[in-house]
């Protein structure tokens, strides 16, 4: 069992910065691959970033060369610094756990990018 606990949302304007964070708690973090995926208003959840337990990333296009995830297996933390927002960044943002025969998800923390 993995429970995943994020933070570091909130409002902000279109082209600032937050770094958001994700706490895990539960054992061999560092198997799991990790990810951050946001869902808008009325939108279907949607694949942010992902890292693998190796550390390869992937992004969502419209977030390359903005967004950046890494991961501190000794901290069990996942982060996601998402620079130069804009108001289609706002959302809800989840953290993703993928483990070898279960998938975990954290609450979520808001983030809201004013134009």
């Known amino acids: 069992q993995v429970h995943l606990v994020e933070s570091g949302g909130g409002l902000v304007q279109s082209g600032g910065s937050l770094r958001l964070s994700c706490a895990a708690s539960?054992?061999?973090?560092?198997?799991?691959?990790m990810g951050w995926y946001r869902q808008a208003p009325g939108k279907q959840r949607e694949m942010v970033a992902e890292i693998s337990s190796g550390d390869s990333t992937n992004y969502k296009d419209s977030v390359k060369g903005r967004f950046t995830i890494s991961r501190d297996n000794g901290l069990d933390t996942v982060y996601l610094q998402m620079n130069r927002l804009n108001a289609e960044d706002t959302g809800v943002y989840y953290c993703n756990a993928k483990g070898p025969v279960a998938n975990y998800w954290g609450q979520g923390t808001q983030v809201t990018v004013s134009s």
């Open positions: 539960g054992r061999h973090f560092g198997v799991f691959a």
